[in-house]
């Protein structure tokens, strides 16, 4: 067990908490650290000083943030890869391991491509594996072993991540000063204000700053104590779309992640500003830290980071952190301030720091070198809210342009100031975002939703003055004498920079993509600045006129889990349901719908239906309830058919096209009354249908007075077909069912199994005598046991939709999209019987007359494999001898009732001639001869079962 | 020839699209969901207009109570009536309708739709994780309805509140179901349950 020889004593800001220890393994070493701690904390309270390998050459790297930016500190845990260690608490029985280190972190086989770095600089991979292109696959197999990301199991548990909305008035993108007194003040204004901060808790660099530790103990209990503010720490706002529609990702203490969306009304950026690293040689040694990560090791977790330490300065954080280091008993063995132009120019060591290296030749023998020289803007939010930051060369930094109304900012982004004068002008953006905040809630009070006596909300009219902020100087500081990393994630180096730019990558971006500098997980938060540093200094130019790249959504990695929440797909079921399931039914998912497919053995399914009766669920069939005296007018211009003459009681098929002359729906319309009528459509199409109803009759401009009503799940509906469908029927309704009285295509209105208004129509799909019975919902399932009760000695039996499939196969029926597609017009369904040329105007009309006028390139036909067992798969091509495409099968079954294979088919006109032979050509490539019938029917053509 | 059809009720008790555990038993429950799906819903289409606007006595947006009915202004030119389980809500509103000039649609949907109220302290935390509308009180305040999204589904809301937000909420049958185990899986850990509802207008 490896205790903490690092810690020091108990620290006033600290975070741990020293009364208990927790347990952990670190490439299976066991180490102990405190509740507080990060992983990386209690590793280098442990004394463990290198934590990953470098990208590309297997360096050894150490602290450089100590937060969760550190590049070095990324760690498998578990089975969850790239995991921040700098950021993530330790727990008990956490599995800790380095990621692609091999056989071991301390001594690493791909360490060797040092070796060969000349050759592995910017654009190696592009130069190296063009060519020749054959050998890519085995380039590609070698460079995989390569991919530097840890490892995932796919066998680990999916875990749900919720998303959830969360509109606030104002949020505030970071917690820290300037971030907590906006929030108060936007609370203060009556606003509700969600703060989010991507650190364990509200504070920011306040949080390792003994100086300021009653300041923040004050503010941040103000925070947490007001009842309008809504705080989410360990979160980051990622992204910033038009009209502040904002995306947080909240994180959990296990790393699990979850996505909150926000429609705020003002956003407010105040994420600090990031400490930027110095390029020098040897700049990504174990020992190298940021001024940030010490003061945070120091303060926040109490870890000495070394023995003794030279400081590279050049601001006043740099002074604060030699005092830390002071404090920590960290022996200081130079001070080199940048102000005094004194410069660190290489770093010396094998594994970690040994020496310091400065300008001018002195070497000075340190464990640990500290550099705080500068800091950079993260505008990323505010580039997504299209602005463009400027370069001011004499504060060293990026500041924001002109900013939409609806984004403000604060803090160590917007200027410098002391601690007083930043939160003063935190408060004012505050305030201000408040007012705008209430301003936008009045304009989006005027919603029907609001009682006509309610209000309107209360605006102040007068803008909050806001406080200029001073931009003090600060030394352009990016690369001393000698060149270094400028992205560790993916060992990147200002010579790659400089080398880009020589061969004509002359901008930010083209360098960029060329070197791949800022495109690692940091998404250039710590090396943006610097890769555009060495770009301006390659080309001779200034970073003002180099410009910066452009930060786009999102702001920091987020896990596709989080992005993709809870799966939201809809599933519809019929009334009957739980006795399908209860039954044995095999459910199939058609659309939204889970239907039953069978009940076990279709084809005696079909048999029972074709000689005794049977009973299916056809809920989905879409139903419209239509009224109006202007009913006949709209399915006048829907159908293709005619509809004017429609008695009261009648039934009539329709077709529907679109306006192109394509197939779009078909199904039945009843006549209820004088002014109200069913429609039915198919299962598929009831939304579109729907849609298409009202579209013509909202925008069609011919003034019907219509009203189309939507009622497909109203209805429980059950078909009964089959030859005793009548006399089942007759047990449970008084209907008069004899043909004479209710013919075939007739619709009543009845009570059925003691259910009234049950809507009956006497159709059919499968080819046998059938009724369609639509029950009030709530009484399906009752109406269809009843059924089944009172056939029990007819053989009435359940059957799904593939014996409803073979059936209207033996019928030769056709299913619109199955036997049409979307380049199907009506002539080529074979519906010249249906479609009436002579009507003034319908859907389709001029499309369908022209194919009519040249003749329809294809026909839908029936056709028999000369073979009877040949079935051939739906989609197979219809072939000539030379192979020429002709057609295709697009529905085949073998019927149990003719005992043979039955198939539908496109085939092109000239080839769609009764009796003639064509060839099928299966996906296995066999050839099956098939003849082409008379007609679609292939059972029963004339119709006199279904009309008995 | 009539009409084809009737009004008569019918004997048999229809049955509900969920299943709810049985009546409440516990109030402690962060989220309360009450199966109201056999209650009777009207649906009318007319012209807003129109004088069935004044006589159905509520606009686009808002839903007010009249006696034991409450009346929905579902949309532009469509109202919803809610009331309780076998009442002559039909008959009546059609009878009330009957003089108004233009052409008027009153159909009963009961059958046609699933209704819940969903009450309890996490109930607006809950709705938050399933629809992406602002449910503020400025914007959706006691009395408003609105259709929008709700876990996929297309759904009719209206808040109706009783000692604390309460929504109800309809969508068609067949995805009653799933808009209702949508809500008890996200609600676990609010402790959502599914009891059997009762129907009654708020206390004056």
Redesign the interface.
Known sequence: MTGGDWRLPPQPGEVIDRSRTVRFTFNGTAYVGHPGDTIASALAACGVRVFSRSFKYHRPRGILTAGWLDPNLMVQVGDDPNVRAGHRLVADGLDVRSQDTWPSLAFDVKAANQLVGRYLSAGFYYKTFIRPARLWPAYEAVLKRFVHGGQIDIDTPHRQHDKTYHHADVVVAGGGPAGMAAALAAAEGGTGVVLVDEDHDLGGHWRWDPEQASALLELRDAVRAHPRISAYTDSVVIGRYDGNWLGIVVRSPDGAERLVKSRAKVLVVTPGLIERPLVFAGNDRPGVMLGTAVRRLVNLYAVKPGTRAVVQTANAHGDAVVEDLRRAGVEIADVLDARQGRLVSAVHGRRGVESVEVAGGDRIEADLLVVSTGWTAPTSLLNMAGNRPVYDPEAARFFPGPLPQDVLVAGGLAGDGDAKQLTEHAAAVGAEAARRAASTARRMAAVPTRPDDAAALAVDEVEVPIPDLARHAHPELYRTTTHGFLDFSEDVSSKDLHQAVQEGYDSAELAKRYSTATMGPLQGKLETVNAVAAVAEALGSTIADTGTTTWRPPYAPTTLGALAGRSLEPVRVSPMQDWHQAHGAVPLVAGAWIRPDHYGDPVAEVRNVRTNVGIIDVTPLGKLDLRGPGVPDLLELLYVNKWRQLAIGGVRYGVMCAEDGVVFDDGVTGRLGPEHYLMSTTSGGAAAVWEWVENWLQTGGRGWAAHCTPVTTAYASINVAGPHARELLSRLTELDLTAESFGYMQVRVATVAGIDDVVVWRIGFTGELSYELHVPAGYGQHVWEALLTAGADLGVAPFGIEAQRILRLEKGHFIVGQDTDGLTQGFSAELDWAIKLDKADFAGAPELRWQHERGPITRLVALQPLEESSVPPEASQIVTERTEIIGRITSSRHSPTLDRSICLAQLLTEHAVAGSVVRVLTPDGKIVEARVCEQLAHYDPEGGRARA | ??????D?????R????LRPAGPATDDSAGVVIEDL??LTKL?V?AAAASAVAATVGV????AAWHGEILRV?AGPDEWHLLGPTGSSMLADTRHALVAVP??V?V?D?????GLVRMRGPRVS?LL???????L?D????D????RTSV???VTDVVRDDRDGPSYLLHC????A???VD?FL??GADFGATLVDGAWAQPAQ
């Open positions: 020839m009539p009409e084809l059809g009737s008569q009720a019918t004997p048999a229809p049955i509900s699209p799906c056999l649906t289409r606009r686009f947006g808002r202004g233009g052409l649609s159909l949907i009961s059958h046609g739709r935390d938050a994780r399933l629809t992406a509308f602002d503020d400025r914007f959706v305040p009395g408003a309805a609105f876990a996929s589904v068609e049958r067949s995805s179901r799933w808009l949508s899986t996200a």
